[in-house]
Every structure is written in C-alpha cells, then in structure tokens.
C-alpha cells in the first residue's frame, strides 16, 4: 500500500475534530452532578447577597453577581474538567485515543472549547437570574463582554485545573488537591476583596485569580468607572493563564503509570 493511499484513507482534520467534540460534548452532558453543582453555588450565593446587608459585605452587587459568575466557573472548569481528565487518563482513555488518526493538540483543544461553551452558557444564566434580582440595567454590548470576560475567567481556572492534572497522577489526588485550591479560593473571594480580615489580606486576594476574575467581571457592568486596576487585572489574568497552563502542559502525562 503506497503512501499516497494510506493519506487518501486518513479523515481529515474536520471529521476528525468534528467527532472528538462531540465525544467530549456527550459526556459532559451526562455529568450532571457537576453541571447541576455549578448552577447551583452561584444561584445559592446570589439569593443570600441579594439584600442590601449581604450585598454591602461582598462590596456591592457587582462584585456579588461577579463572585457567583466566578464560583461557577472555578466548579465546572477547575474542578470538573481536571477531574475528567484525570479519571479518563487513569483509565486509559487518552491512551486509546492517541493510536488514532488524532492530533494530541486535537483531542485536548476539543476537551477544552466543549468546556469553554459550559461557561458560556453557566456565565449567561447566572448574569440573567443576578440582574433580575438586583434590577440591573445591562445592554448588549455589555452582556457580550462579560461572556469574553467569562471565557477569560473560565480560561484561568482550565489552565489551573490543567496544571494539577500536570502535576498529580492519581484522580483521588486531583480531586482532594483541587477542593483545597478551590476552597482557598472562596474564601478569597468571600473575605478578602471587602477588606474584612485587614488590608493586606485584601491585596492579596484582590490579584489571586478568583480576585483578579471578579474584579474584572464588575468592572464590565460599570464600564463607566473603568480604572487601572481594571487593566492590571486582565493583565493579571492573561498572566495566570500562561503560567499555570504553561506548567500543565510541560508535566502532563497521557497515561497515569
């Protein structure tokens, strides 16, 4: 068989995308628990904020819905995705799929963009059931940076939960070691950006990845008061993106030997 045959009888990369992502759609559809979960926490947290009292101590209702946003998108993209990962990788999925006609960047790119559309779509309900509690007033181009800013923000948390599933084989310890960043996190976001535990507490958690996220996540809902710490923010993010996703993908290993 010439080379030129086993060419013409390799899908090309548009089938072979086309049915990764629909693989990965599938099963992210039937995960609900975590789907459910990351409806859930943001909803929760909007309902308790939505007085004047709960509102007041996350710094306003801005941040509050910017909080629920950025729950939602640590629990489907941080956790969810790097648990997957690790569960298929621990029972030899990847190791299957890298015999096939797929690209390694393929099969993790069509993992990620199913993921990118959770958030989406978690980011677009949350902000719609938020700006109905608190009758906020927002237009559509408003409505269209904050889904940029959510796939940002889910993008920090991907390359976060990519980078332990980089550095941790087992799925039992990506699961334990992901709650525990998860719950630095939200306590973060919880305490820190409303200066209740001292100012240097609230430096460090306003440029954490769960500060920098909400800060930006506000800041789009009142453009007019758009600041340099806005800027820094998203600069901040970009960062954390490059850092942790740089790290997942230099120790990420296709098998869990």
């Known amino acids: 068989m010439t080379s030129e045959t086993l060419t013409a009888d390799r899908p090309n990369g548009g089938i072979i995308f086309r049915a990764l992502f629909e693989a990965d759609f599938v099963a992210l559809s039937r995960n609900r628990r975590t789907l459910t979960l990351s409806l859930l926490l943001p909803i929760v947290i909007l309902l308790t904020t939505a007085t004047h009292k709960g509102q007041r101590s996350l710094g306003g209702s801005l941040l509050a819905i910017g909080l629920a946003i950025t729950y939602g998108l640590m629990s489907t993209s941080m956790l969810g995705y790097a648990l997957s990962v690790a569960r298929d990788r621990d029972n030899g999925v990847f190791q299957r799929l890298r015999v096939t006609p797929a690209p390694t960047w393929m099969i993790m790119t069509s993992r990620l963009a199913v993921q990118a559309i959770a958030n989406v779509v978690i980011a677009l309900i949350v902000m719609l059931v938020g700006s109905a509690i608190d009758h906020l007033t927002l237009t559509l181009p408003q409505y269209g940076l904050l889904l940029l800013i959510s796939l940002l923000g889910g993008a920090v948390f991907l390359s976060i939960g990519q980078a332990l599933v980089g550095l941790l ?7 334990a070691a992901g709650r525990v960043v998860f719950i630095v996190l939200f306590l973060f976001g919880i305490f820190g950006l409303n200066g209740a535990l001292g100012s240097v507490f609230e430096s460090v958690a306003r440029w954490s990845p769960t500060g ?5 996540l506000s800041g789009i809902m009142n453009l007019s008061n758009w600041s340099s710490d806005d800027s820094l923010a998203l600069l901040a993010c970009l960062g954390y993106i490059f850092i942790f996703a740089s790290i997942g993908i230099r120790w990420f290993r296709w098998t869990s030997e």
Do not use: A, E
């Open 212 to 216: 920098t996220v909400m800060v930006l």
């Open 169 to 175: 084989r087992s799925p039992d310890t990506v699961n």
